[in-house]
């Protein structure tokens, strides 16, 4: 499944920022960004589970904001974008 993961972290303290930059690596280490917050993240079931999971214990719920969305289909058929597109194609190959 694909999901799009997008949050907003509170910055205002030390605290704030390293929780922030932990969501951010967590993210990382299931997707690509495609904006400053937000990711892409291609998943099985098991690391949808485990990515909700690891995210929900880094946040704050009275702090911090977290969504994450399901997205169904091919990425043409729920994607429009206008201008810079960072996305890369996992499933194409990769040349290196």
Known sequence: MTILVCYDVNTE???????LH??????KNYGQRVQLSVFECVL???QY????HKLKK???????????Y?????????????GLDHHTDFEDALIM
């Open 13 to 19: 303290d030390k605290a704030g920022r390293s929780r």
């Open 22 to 27: 932990k969501v951010a690596q967590t993210c």
């Open 44 to 46: 099985d079931d098991a």
């Open 49 to 52: 589970e485990a990515i909700c």
């Open 58 to 68: 880094i946040i704050k719920p009275n702090e911090d904001s977290l969504r994450i």
């Open 70 to 82: 399901k997205l169904h289909g091919s990425r043409e058929t729920y994607l429009q974008t206008f």
